[in-house]
Every structure is written in structure tokens, then in C-alpha cells.
């Protein structure tokens, strides 16, 4: 009879645990972590980081490195920095999106370094107030006729978007269209 209550016993308590384990893992499912877009440094407000379509959320486990593995802080980002960005979780569906920001490598190779320049230019450029916010889509660099062109977009007007061209070596806005 006491090896019957002994071994009953026994099964009761792997029961409990076992099945305070499934709970536990049900409440708090695992973390998906998911690669953004490649892109520039436009806004940095709040512990948070606009690069493209998407405001990142700095958070204290959030790892920022060079892309050597050098850890940085939040205090090493700028406006205009080239970024590869991962998020943890999903991302939510707004304009522009957020997400919970894993891992923010700073690109620091000497073409990321040249189309800082040439952003960094063409934000200052059309930025006329403080709260305006802007949006880098896309960069394309002509070599031969020496000039960058900025696709941007202004978060508060998001029906069209426009260039900026740069010229590569003086960083003077030659056209903004």
C-alpha cells in the first residue's frame, strides 16, 4: 500500500510539473527574429530608430555592434547612418511600422561611409523644421556621372515620394525633384 501512495505520489508531482511547464511555455511563446531592410538612419527619437518604412524600438537587451562585432550604444547612432536592422516578434502593420528592435549592426565599410555622406547632405538639405521626418527609400550611385540618387519620402506626406541628387564628392544637392 505505502509503495502504491509512494509511486502515486511520484506520478502526481512529474503531473504538476510537467503541466505547469506546458502552461508556462504557452503564455510566453518563443521570439521569432526576423531580418529588416538595409537602410539609413532617418530619425532617432525616443530610443527609437527610423530606417526606411520602419521605427525600431531600442530596448535595454537590444545588442548594437559595428559590423566587426564592436558593441556600441545608442548614443553611437546618427542620422544617417547605414544600418542592417533585426527585430524579434512580429511587426506591426502601421505607417510607418514598428517593430522591437534584436539587433542593429552599423555599416562602416567605405561605401556605406560615402552614402552616409551623401544622406546625411540630402536630409539636411530638405529638412526646413525640426519635426519634420523623412524616409530614405532608396540610394543609387552613378560612378561615371559622379552623383547619388535619393529616393526620400516625407512621413507627413505620403502620397509621393522624391530625389535628391548629390554629387558624390562635394556632398552639394545638385537637383531635388
Request: glycine letters at 6%; a negative charge; charged letters at 30%.
Amino acid at each position: 500500500m505505502k509503495l502504491v501512495m509512494g509511486k502515486s505520489f511520484i506520478f502526481l508531482f512529474l503531473f504538476f510539473i510537467l503541466g505547469s511547464c506546458q502552461s508556462f511555455s504557452e503564455e510566453q511563446p518563443h521570439k521569432s527574429i526576423g531580418k529588416g531592410e538595409e537602410g539609413f538612419i532617418t530619425d532617432l527619437d525616443d530610443k527609437r530608430i527610423l530606417i526606411k518604412r520602419t521605427y525600431y524600438k531600442v530596448k535595454n537587451h537590444t545588442y548594437i555592434q559595428d559590423e566587426h562585432g564592436a558593441k556600441l550604444s545608442y548614443s553611437d547612432l546618427a542620422i544617417g547612418m547605414k544600418v542592417k536592422p533585426w527585430y524579434g516578434g512580429e511587426v506591426e502593420e502601421s505607417f510607418p511600422s514598428k517593430a522591437d528592435a534584436e539587433l542593429i549592426r552599423i555599416l562602416k565599410d567605405e561605401e556605406s561611409l560615402e552614402e552616409q555622406k551623401a544622406v546625411t547632405a540630402a536630409l539636411e538639405h530638405v529638412t526646413k523644421a525640426p519635426s519634420q521626418r523623412f524616409m530614405v527609400l532608396e540610394i543609387i550611385h552613378f560612378p561615371s556621372e559622379h552623383v547619388y540618387n535619393i529616393e526620400m519620402m516625407n512621413r507627413s506626406n505620403l502620397d509621393a515620394s522624391f530625389t535628391v541628387t548629390v554629387d558624390d564628392s562635394t556632398e552639394e544637392i545638385l537637383y531635388l525633384k
